[in-house]
């Protein structure tokens, strides 16, 4: 649980008392075992309807950031607060979102979204309520009373997207939730996303190693390498606004001279590491 009785707490609530930031990390330090750390001096927060990206090749760290947001890991050194809280247990003001499919197949689309909400007790009349406001939120009306097996993968992608933000946690960690769609999928997928977490407000903290998805969705970018250990080599602000239109901007001049930046930022990273390495 989050200190003081924090693993119960709501998550307006919690933005509220922490004022603009909810998730902050400050001189992280983590590993495993009696090896190396993975991570060292690690500096971040994320504040209240910001989408920030962890950007790195695999294996750098990237979802053990979202494991400890989500209070599924504990640091060897520093700190790790939510909500300014230090976070001491389950996160349950965290939504978390992997490439995995877990919809349960024997219960339909409104029965998988709904089942947080049922988990924490809450009324049947709100939670209808909340699960038809969540799939006309995200295109789903018709399919309420679908199977999961029935669905396409994007339908999919959207169930799964819903089941983690209808108990409207104060931050959405998202572990590369499209990596196994096709292009032409990711990208329809990346705009509702991103016109989702707007409206609402939500916060996010994503991770990829794909330059494009992380300069189309991100307000901030923090690359992630440079290891072993590895750290944040990079904090870059992305220009593109609130309100951009994924139909046109990866067609902008100024689209591919942000992915230029991030693309050189990881490549320069990647050589201090088998620098390091070598040496």
């Known amino acids: 649980m989050l200190e003081n009785g924090g693993a119960g707490m709501d998550a307006r609530a919690t933005q509220v008392e922490t004022g603009s930031v909810i998730f902050e990390v400050s001189g992280l330090g983590i590993g495993f075992g009696d090896r190396e750390d993975i991570l060292r001096d690690v500096d971040l927060e994320v504040r209240a309807g910001e989408f920030v990206t962890l950007l790195g090749p695999s294996g750098c760290g990237k979802t053990t950031i979202l494991n400890l947001a989500a209070g599924l890991l504990r640091p060897r ?89 209808i108990y409207e946690p104060a931050l959405l960690l998202m572990d590369e939730p499209f990596a196994a769609l096709d292009a032409q999928m990711r990208q329809q997928m990346h705009a509702e996303l991103r016109e989702t977490v707007t409206r609402l407000n939500q916060a996010v903290l994503f991770v990829t190693h794909d330059i494009a998805e992380a300069a189309a969705l991100s307000d901030r970018v923090l690359v992630v390498g440079g290891g072993p250990p590895g750290g944040i080599v990079a904090d870059i602000g992305i220009p593109f606004g609130r309100e951009r239109d994924l139909s046109t901007l990866r067609f902008e001049d100024e689209f591919f001279a942000v992915e230029r930046e991030l693309h050189d930022i990881l490549h320069t990273a990647k050589l201090r590491a088998s620098t390091v390495d070598e040496g």
């Not at 197949?105 to 909400?117: E, M, Q, S």
């Not at 969540?134 to 997207?161: K, N, T, V, W």
Request: proline share 6%; no cysteine; hydrophobic share 40%.
């Open 77 to 165: 050194r520093g700190h790790v607060r939510f909500g300014g809280r230090p976070i001491n247990g389950f996160n349950t003001s965290a939504g978390y979102m992997t490439q995995d499919d877990t919809l349960l197949p024997w219960r339909t689309v409104a029965a998988n979204i709904g089942l947080p909400l049922r988990l924490r007790k809450v009324p049947k009349a709100e939670i209808k309520s909340k699960v038809d406001n969540y799939l006309r939120i995200l295109d789903l009306e018709h399919a309420g009373g679908l199977f999961p097996g029935q669905l396409s993968g994007g339908m999919r992608r959207r169930a799964l997207l819903a089941r983690s933000m």
